[in-house]
């Protein structure tokens, strides 16, 4: 393995943290609107992972070889928590839905197990290099 493929490997398993960072909050999001379905004025919360991710890609992408260099000062797919405070879906305030938040949490548990295959494919295949193919 060259130096450059190293340097994109370890890019590639951050990503997939950060990933499974965003799908774990995301979970424990969701849940907590699920418990306060009930709670009057409670507005819901939403994870922004993804967005942030391609907002990142979209922008000036510069490389470096060395620590030293200018960043171009995005980070790649910062995580954030908002609070939607836009909407109201019922008359005491509560904006959640909850068939939408089971439908995120389903989606939700799917990116997290792809994830998960995606990490262990590619630590199995580290593995088989290692071993010299064996």
Known sequence: MSINNLSNSSETYSLLK??????????K???NNIANINTKGYKKYTVSFEENLNKSMDS???KTTDEKH???????????VQQ??????????NNVDIDNEMANQAA???????????????LSLEKYVVNGGK
């Open 70 to 80: 200018i960043k171009d000062g995005s980070e790649s797919g910062d995580i954030s």
């Open 29 to 31: 999001v969701t849940a």
């Open 108 to 122: 939700n548990q799917l990116m997290y197990n792809a994830l998960i295959s995606q990490v262990n494919s590619r």
């Open 60 to 62: 000036l992408d510069l």
């Open 18 to 27: 950060k990933g499974l960072d965003a799908s774990s909050l995301r979970s």
């Open 84 to 93: 939607d405070t836009s909407t109201s879906t019922r008359q005491d305030g």
